[in-house]
């Protein structure tokens, strides 16, 4: 008895449209701008607090308890937010280290997005997501 192999689509990498080669440049292009202008950001009192706090975690070893507050106070992220924030000070004790941290992970996290965006809507849909995604107006 015979066996009649199934059909296979064709792997994802092998259809790639212009949108997505276009899409990628984008995110490797605006995500390196975010990187190389790091020190250009606007830091206001929370940053200042935000990193403060990083640092006595560091330093001195006080955990806190409570997140940075949102919504006036009303509510509060829980406190793994000042130890991912904390991170990147154990490899460099200084801002530029968290602010390219940051910058990296943005970046993936966009070009994350972006992927599943194709996946599920097409590659135009995620060609103006990745355009539109980063912030570059802050950095620059």
């Not at 296979?8 to 990628?24: E, F, G, K, M, Y």
């Not at 997005?113 to 599920?120: Q, V």
């Amino acid at each position: 008895m015979e066996t009649e192999d199934m059909p296979t689509a064709p792997p994802p990498s092998a259809d790639r449209s212009p949108s997505h080669w276009i899409a990628l440049l984008f995110i490797a292009l605006l995500g390196a701008i975010q990187i190389y202008f790091y020190d250009i950001t606007f830091h206001g009192p929370d940053q200042i607090r935000d990193m403060e706090i990083a640092r006595k975690l560091i330093h001195n070893g006080e955990w806190p308890l409570r997140g940075p507050p949102l919504f006036g106070e009303r509510l509060s992220l829980p406190p793994g937010f000042y130890y991912l924030l904390a991170a990147p000070l154990l490899i460099r004790d200084s801002e530029v280290s968290v602010f390219i941290a940051f910058g990296i992970l943005f970046a993936l996290s966009v070009w994350y997005l972006w992927r599943n965006i194709s996946a599920c809507f097409g590659p135009r849909c995620a060609l103006a997501y990745a355009v539109l995604a980063f912030p570059v107006c802050s950095s620059l």
